[in-house]
């Protein structure tokens, strides 16, 4: 199946800091990929979606200036998080979408493996 | 609005049956997807449904009625590392995922 890998898996920053999260698609295309952040004991929720190539679409609520994306390639988008805060703590995670094969094909997310930011 | 609807929690014993239910209220509707998620990782896929019917996969089957908006995972032969949340998601007209908060799903010896 399709692999989408994260890093780093565990980052632990001071306040005001920024912090880069890379995800990379291993053995596919991904025309898409999306960034969730989840906090302990909810759901998913979306932040952003974007394509190779163009601007991140970002969901209401999230803060473009402050978490930005890059999709510079189809196997590598990045997420950085400027002047992280205690508040930006949180496991944060990439999916990906594309022409995988799988059983959805192009509908089918996969997911990397989570970025747990820890801010002090 | 649109809104995915599961149980917060469900307990069974191991070795059982469990069905977790997932009703659904879309604009549109390209698809059903159940994820499976230990604490602490990622979501990892395990089925997808877009025609009405049962998909059998192992000890997981999934099931989806369109015209109810309404699916459900069905857990066979319940073993100790099926203790997860499990996530329903919708794929809707733009093809944008739709998540539902996910069930709790603790197995017991």
């Known amino acids: 199946g399709a692999v989408v890998s994260q890093h780093p898996s565990r980052v632990i920053c001071k306040s005001g800091t920024s912090v880069k999260i890379e995800c990379r698609s291993l053995?596919?295309?991904?025309?898409?990929m999306f960034w969730y952040r989840q906090f302990p004991k909810q759901s998913l929720m979306l932040m952003a979606t974007?394509?190779?190539?163009?601007?991140?679409?970002?969901e209401q609520g999230v803060e473009k200036d402050k978490f930005l994306i890059n999709h510079a390639s189809l196997t590598l988008s990045t997420l950085t998080v400027t002047s992280a805060h205690p508040e930006d703590s949180s496991f944060y995670i990439c999916?990906?979408?594309?022409?995988?094969?799988?059983?959805?094909?192009?509908?089918?997310?996969?997911f990397g493996p989570g970025t747990r930011l820890t801010v002090l | 609005g649109q809104n995915i609807d599961q149980p917060t929690e469900m307990t069974a014993t191991e070795g059982a049956i469990v069905q977790i239910n997932c009703t659904y209220q879309?604009?549109?509707?390209?698809?059903l997807f159940w994820y499976q998620q230990h604490a602490g990782e990622a979501p990892t896929f395990l089925s997808y449904?877009?025609l009405d019917g049962l998909e059998e996969k192992g000890r997981f089957s999934s099931f989806l009625s369109r015209s109810k908006g309404y699916s459900y995972l069905l857990l066979k032969e319940l073993q100790m590392k099926d203790s997860a949340s499990y996530l329903c998601?919708?794929?809707?007209?733009?093809?944008?995922?739709?998540w539902g908060a996910g069930t709790k799903l603790i197995i017991k010896p």
């Open positions: 999916s990906a979408s594309g022409t995988s094969g799988g059983p959805a094909v192009e509908l089918e997310q996969f």
């Open positions: 053995d596919f295309q991904a025309t898409t």
């Open positions: 974007s394509n190779e190539g163009s601007k991140a679409t970002y």
């Open positions: 879309t604009s549109g509707f390209n698809g």
């Open positions: 449904n877009v």
């Open positions: 998601a919708v794929t809707d007209s733009n093809y944008q995922l739709i």
